[in-house]
């Protein structure tokens, strides 16, 4: 249970548990329902390419998301891939908007095991590539 | 920290299709030490803001007991033998004798008739003792007979307003600054700071730099004219005069003091912007523009002008070694106070390393003391000092009332939502339970 008592809706879980097995999906947007009262996926999808994410992070709203993140290791030690999870909360967001899901993040993230690394956003700056890659990789990965 | 603002037009709950609230009835209390914020949940502003202070007059109730007033009209009044209190200490509740009546003034005199048809969410300091959460939630059923009850941690609402369920609260309050960490929505307890370092200290701080000027404070009530005069020049201003008897009390004339104080504060004090600490002397040229000189001009009409002084009045809050001691006004130990960066320091020592850079991200600035010019630049030079590794992010609205309202503002939003009916105490588990349940439920 959340400080503000969202809940979620089934196919939250169901739905990361099938991007971490599967492999297929790259990442999942959650939004809160209409009513406030629950936190639903609003989208999944399997495209790579991490701008097409960005973009669908709205301009002046809140969201919640997981991608799944790879990256190379230098002198060919392979690829790796980490699980992240992004609470998207920009200034412009509405103050309402903000509170419901800043106090439902836990119902949302307690729920979903396996994840490496929490990313809160409040401008691009803080979601793009290179600053997360710094933050999952702890600076040893490249593009 | 400043006058009070004018509370909006006359009460009404905001309608649903205003403000896209679920549930309208709700009413949110947040007591602080200066003001008692009350509003309806699901408004941005508090309508009702009154001041903790009261006014009572001994022997002067319905039978032979204490007259209390209330609001800031009425404590503002001259009267004679009205003396000024505050049910308030260290940001919590001291006097429960007088609080409940002060909360009812600022529910019932321009909100709710009946508390017993709104639910009732009130905030509270960190530091709040058990003893002193129960008495509240004993309070809230028993005298105001409220049909559901919350007790919200205010830096956790403050957190949430600004959309972070991570980051850490640095909120300056009249009688505190606290500093507090607050991981996923639950306040880390270890970290929590606070330093009697606020707006009071600020008020006491100027005090004793007039004191030592040999510049008296006259508040506004005792003149009844006064004549422009030369900066510096003594004050040519007729006073009123009371019969014997039905002067106001020293304690009314130190809370009108307080207003002149708190004036002072918003035109003339200045926390010196940084990089570093106040330098004892200013090497030449140190302070480059004219705009350093302000004037001040006090109600009897004496002016004068303050320089590099507006600045060492509010460097004990950076570097409590430089604070102004004298041996009238109260202060608290230079050697035993933390500095604003090295509460911040004690906070963070505890905190997982993991956390640690996504705290420093979202630092949130609260409160009506930080709206003292240029306090968040300094403040931003100081953590950034601290903490040279990650980048150390700032968060502080732009808007004076955002600032002052955050954590009401956060509370009344969460007592808004339809989802957070179920967290709500209801009489009928209190009843069943008692005043303990508070521990199990508001975390």
Redesign the interface.
């Known amino acids: 249970?959340?400080?503000?008592?969202?809940?979620l809706a089934g196919d939250c879980v169901t739905t990361f548990e099938q991007l971490k097995l599967g492999k297929k999906t790259k990442y999942i947007i959650y939004k809160l329902s209409d009513?406030?009262?629950t936190i639903i996926v609003e989208k999944t999808s399997e495209d790579v390419d991490y701008d097409n994410f960005l973009a669908d992070l709205p301009e002046a709203d809140?969201r919640y998301a997981v991608y799944d993140f790879e990256y190379q290791l230098e002198a060919g030690e392979g690829k790796r891939s980490k699980i992240c999870f992004y609470?998207w909360?920009p200034d412009d967001?509405p103050?309402?908007?903000?509170?419901?899901?800043?106090?439902?993040?836990?119902a949302l993230?307690r729920a979903l095991a396996g994840i490496h690394s929490?990313i809160?956003g409040?401008d691009p700056s803080?979601v793009c590539y290179e600053t997360v890659l710094e933050?999952v990789s702890k600076g040893a990965g490249n593009r | 920290m400043s006058a009070g603002p004018s509370t909006l037009p006359p009460s009404q709950a905001p309608s649903t299709l205003e403000y896209g609230g679920d549930e309208i009835s709700a009413l949110v209390l947040d007591p602080g030490q200066c003001w008692t914020r009350a509003g309806f949940a699901g408004e941005d502003t508090p309508k009702s803001v009154i001041p903790s202070h009261y006014g009572y007059i001994e022997g002067a109730g319905p039978d032979g007991g204490r007259k209390l007033y209330f609001g800031d009209n009425d404590v503002h009044a001259v009267r004679a033998g009205m003396e000024i209190a505050n049910p308030m200490s260290d940001g919590i509740v001291a006097d429960w004798d007088t609080a409940p009546s002060l909360w009812r003034y600022a529910l019932t005199s321009r909100l709710a008739q009946d508390l017993s048809e709104h639910p009732l969410l009130v905030t509270e300091p960190i530091w709040n003792p058990t003893k002193n959460r129960e008495k509240t939630i004993e309070v809230a059923f028993e005298d105001f007979d409220v049909p559901a009850f919350y007790l919200a941690r205010n830096a956790v609402c403050a957190g949430f307003a600004f959309g972070k369920s991570t980051a850490l609260i640095l909120d300056v309050g009249a009688a505190n600054i606290a500093v507090t960490p607050v991981h996923d929505g639950y306040v880390l307890k270890k970290g929590c700071q606070r330093q009697p370092i606020g707006g009071d200290f600020l008020s006491n701080q100027i005090r004793t730099h007039l004191a030592n000027m040999g510049i008296s404070i006259t508040p506004h009530y005792q003149v009844l004219s006064k004549i422009p005069v030369d900066v510096g020049k003594p004050a040519e201003a007729t006073l009123k005069t009371w019969p014997e008897g039905q002067a106001p009390t020293e304690s009314f004339r130190r809370f009108e003091e307080e207003r002149v104080l708190t004036e002072f504060k918003e035109c003339c004090a200045q926390a010196w912007p940084g990089p570093g600490p106040l330098p004892a002397i200013m090497p030449e040229g140190g302070v480059p523009n004219v705009a350093a000189t302000r004037s001040f001009e006090f109600p009897d009409g004496y002016n004068m002008l303050f320089g590099l002084e507006r600045f060492r009045m509010t460097e004990g809050i950076f570097t409590p070694r430089s604070m102004l001691a004298s041996a009238n006004i109260p202060h608290p130990y230079p050697e035993h106070t933390l500095g604003l960066k090295d509460m911040v320091f004690a906070a963070m020592k505890d905190v997982d390393v993991d956390i640690k850079q996504i705290i420093l991200n979202s630092v949130v600035v609260t409160g009506a003391g930080s709206l003292l010019y240029q306090f968040n630049e300094r403040a931003l030079h100081e953590l950034g000092i601290a903490f040279p590794g990650p980048r150390v992010k700032m968060l502080a609205s732009q808007i004076p009332v955002e600032r002052r309202y955050a954590t009401w503002l956060g509370g009344s939003i969460l007592a808004s939502l339809g989802s957070f009916h179920q967290l709500w105490i209801s009489k009928k588990e209190y009843e069943e339970h008692g005043a303990n349940i508070v521990e199990k439920r508001c975390k």
């Open positions: 249970m959340s400080r503000s008592g969202v809940g009513d406030k009262k809140c609470s909360s967001a103050v309402r908007s903000k509170m419901v899901y800043s106090s439902s993040k836990d993230r929490e809160q409040t803080e933050r």
